[in-house]
């Protein structure tokens, strides 16, 4: 008689995630250059990075890192490095601390949008078979010709219909968000496209999460706690302009900046 083991469930299985993490560029490998820098934005950035994981993106330095102090550095801040981007030696040095290479390889970018030309514009609901359905059909064969291929449609955004509280996060991959409430203090939405917040925006908004550099915030009453597009970042600790504060306005790059404008203006 053949014996079959009794089924137990496994101590531990696979499961695919999505991981959002920040990556931190180096420009220079002078260890007193990068802590002093790492002292700086940590200040800018008040509380926003604590306990984020992070990834070190060193594929510009070619002289030697001491990974052993960058590593400390980091964690002091309540960073938690994850994975590194590096060539040669610094690669090298950077496993032997426990950091694994990283593919961060940016995406083809977004195609842009323009509104398509009028006799583009599909029809709702297009007759059977090319005939009107206020003509009458006849028997005479006709040849249809084969419908072109449609192109790949874009993802639909994603699309939260309340509000947010402290402490959530909403990251839409590969589209644009779209929030009807408010997005509380300590809330987090993060897109790699636009993102558009119908109610009151209080906590942190980061557009072009994988460097759109085109992407924008749109919300209509403004009151954040940091915003960000493309990596572009600014920190919102004294209050904002009152022609810009509780307003409708739209974040966008210009020059490497992060630019508000009022909607309405």
């Known amino acids: 008689m053949k014996h079959t083991p009794p089924t137990t469930p496994l101590a531990l299985d696979?499961?695919?995630?999505?991981?959002?993490?920040?990556?931190?560029?180096l420009h220079s490998p002078d260890l007193q250059q990068l802590t002093q820098a790492l002292d700086q934005r940590m200040r800018e950035a008040?509380?926003?990075?604590e306990?984020?994981?992070?990834?070190?993106?060193?594929?510009?330095?070619e002289s030697p890192i001491d990974w052993t102090a960058l590593v400390t550095s980091l964690q002091a801040h309540k960073l938690h490095p994850v994975g590194v981007v590096a060539s040669g030696q610094n690669l090298l040095a950077a496993q032997a601390q426990g950091l694994p290479l990283v593919d961060l390889a940016n995406p083809a970018p977004r195609p842009v949008s323009t509104p398509a030309p009028d006799q583009d514009v599909p029809v709702v609901a297009a007759?059977?078979?090319?005939?009107?359905?206020?003509?009458?059909?006849?028997?005479t064969a006709t040849t249809i010709s084969p419908e072109p291929s449609l192109p790949a449609l874009a993802p639909a955004a994603m699309i939260i219909n309340r509000p947010l509280r402290s402490?959530?996060?909403?990251?839409?991959?590969?589209?644009?968000?779209?929030?009807?409430g408010m997005v509380s203090q300590?809330?987090?939405?993060?897109?790699d496209g636009n993102i558009h917040v119908y109610g009151p925006l209080r906590g942190k908004a980061m557009a072009g999460a994988r460097g759109d550099a085109s992407a924008r915030i749109f919300t209509t009453q403004l009151d954040p706690e940091l915003l960000a597009i493309a990596g572009?970042?600014?920190?919102?600790?004294?209050?904002?302009?009152?022609?810009l504060h509780n307003q409708a306005v739209i974040v966008h790059l210009e020059d490497d900046n992060l630019k508000l404008t009022e909607l309405n203006k």
């Not at 306990?51 to 510009?60: K, L, W, Y």
């Not at 300590?186 to 897109?191: L, P």
């Open 186 to 191: 300590g809330a987090e939405v993060i897109a």
């Open 46 to 49: 008040s509380a926003f990075f």
């Open 232 to 243: 572009v970042y600014r920190v919102i600790e004294a209050k904002l302009a009152d022609s």
């Open 51 to 61: 306990n984020e994981t992070v990834v070190i993106d060193a594929s510009a330095i």
């Open 14 to 25: 696979f499961k695919s995630a999505t991981l959002y993490t920040v990556r931190v560029v």
């Open 127 to 139: 007759p059977k078979n090319g005939i009107s359905q206020n003509q009458p059909s006849t028997s």
């Open 167 to 180: 402490g959530q996060r909403i990251y839409a991959r590969d589209t644009d968000l779209i929030v009807i």
